[in-house]
């Protein structure tokens, strides 16, 4: 039996064992198991099932008669089906590797976003990737400009919750009302502000209010991912609770939880950008 086709069949994922036995039938065919054991040297308590194995894979065909006769797939059938499988793993493993790659690339970076326009595109192209949840904080001012890629994502089954100042005019959507609201918000801090959270996987965050000046940031990284999927959850549960509670939570800290916002708000004198 030739060694050097041996060698070739398992270089194409045959065992020792079928490569002898597809050898064997090739040679002779149809032919009984006790037939190949003996033409092809594979012992009689192997070759049944090494033959198994073989029309398992397609490699090889039974008859159903008494004895059982076996035949060998065509050499140029047997080498084209390797050939698809081959070429349908490079494919997938080009895409898989490739996305892999540049996942664990992002999820170690956190990119710097320069421009408001930039900034709301990043956003746009997140929430396209989005498949489970959006939380989303925003102004009415910039919510039409996310409204198409927010609406598409509910189209296609995404939750879409958002913590909003002002109407954002989204109907698709579960909305929070921040409080107190955006004209108070933007005096406090000196502008606008966008945070985004997809599937607490990635995030975009940044003031979008000073046109090419704006800055953000945009990543992957779990160590930004986390707190500001957390920042968001938190507004959440503040809206909750004033829906619930409003009457003893003012009556303790005042209309919107003012007196909180000044403990913790920003000192007198510094806000954001302007």
Same mark, same amino acid.
């Given at each position: 039996?030739?060694?050097?086709? +041996?060698?070739?069949?398992?270089?194409?994922?045959?065992?020792?064992?079928?490569?002898? #036995? !597809?050898? %064997?039938?090739?040679? &002779?065919?149809?032919?009984?198991?006790?037939?190949?054991?003996?033409?092809?040297?594979?012992?009689?308590?192997?070759?049944?099932?090494?033959?198994?194995?073989?029309?398992? *894979?397609?490699?090889?065909? %039974?008859?159903?008669?008494?004895?059982?006769?076996?035949?060998?797939?065509?050499? %140029?059938?047997?080498? @084209?089906?390797?050939?698809?499988?081959?070429?349908? %793993?490079?494919?997938?493993?080009?895409?898989?590797?490739?996305?892999?790659?540049?996942?664990?690339?992002? *999820?170690?970076?956190?990119?710097?976003?320069?421009? *408001?326009?930039?900034?709301?595109?990043?956003?746009?192209?997140?929430?396209?990737?989005?498949?489970?949840?959006?939380?989303? &904080?925003?102004?009415?001012?910039?919510?039409?400009?996310?409204?198409?890629?927010?609406?598409?994502?509910?189209?296609?089954?995404?939750?879409?919750? #958002?913590?909003?100042?002002?109407?954002?005019?989204?109907?698709?959507?579960? #909305?929070?009302?921040?409080?107190?609201? @955006?004209?108070?918000?933007?005096?406090? !801090?000196?502008?606008?502000?966008?945070?985004?959270?997809?599937?607490?996987?990635?995030?975009?965050?940044? +003031? #979008?209010?000073?046109?090419?000046?704006?800055?953000?940031?945009?990543?992957?990284?779990?160590?930004?991912?986390?707190?500001?999927? &957390?920042?968001?959850?938190?507004?959440?549960?503040? @809206?909750?609770?004033?829906?619930?509670?409003?009457?003893?939570?003012? @009556?303790?800290?005042?209309?919107?939880?003012?007196?909180?916002?000044?403990?913790?708000?920003?000192?007198?004198?510094?806000?954001?950008?302007?």
């Amino acid at each position: 039996m030739n060694p050097d086709l +041996i060698r070739i069949l398992r270089r194409l994922d045959f065992t020792e064992y079928e490569a002898k #036995v !597809y050898l %064997a039938l090739l040679e &002779q065919a149809p032919v009984s198991g006790y037939a190949v054991a003996r033409q092809s040297g594979v012992p009689r308590s192997k070759v049944y099932g090494t033959l198994d194995g073989l029309i398992a *894979r397609g490699a090889a065909l %039974a008859s159903h008669g008494e004895p059982t006769l076996y035949a060998p797939l065509p050499p %140029a059938e047997l080498l @084209a089906g390797r050939r698809r499988e081959a070429e349908a %793993a490079i494919r997938e493993a080009e895409q898989g590797l490739a996305d892999y790659a540049a996942s664990s690339a992002n *999820r170690r970076v956190i990119w710097d976003i320069t421009g *408001r326009d930039e900034i709301l595109m990043r956003v746009r192209e997140a929430i396209g990737r989005a498949e489970r949840r959006v939380l989303l &904080q925003l102004w009415r001012e910039d919510a039409p400009l996310l409204r198409d890629a927010l609406a598409a994502a509910a189209g296609r089954g995404t939750e879409i919750i #958002v913590v909003a100042y002002g109407d954002p005019d989204y109907p698709f959507a579960r #909305v929070y009302p921040h409080e107190p609201g @955006a004209d108070r918000i933007t005096e406090e !801090y000196g502008g606008r502000w966008v945070i985004l959270s997809v599937d607490a996987a990635e995030i975009v965050a940044g +003031i #979008v209010s000073l046109g090419d000046e704006s800055r953000a940031a945009w990543s992957q990284h779990p160590g930004l991912v986390m707190p500001i999927t &957390q920042q968001i959850a938190h507004d959440l549960y503040i @809206a909750e609770l004033l829906q619930a509670h409003r009457e003893t939570l003012e @009556a303790t800290f005042g209309p919107g939880l003012v007196r909180l916002r000044e403990r913790f708000g920003p000192p007198v004198g510094v806000g954001g950008p302007r």
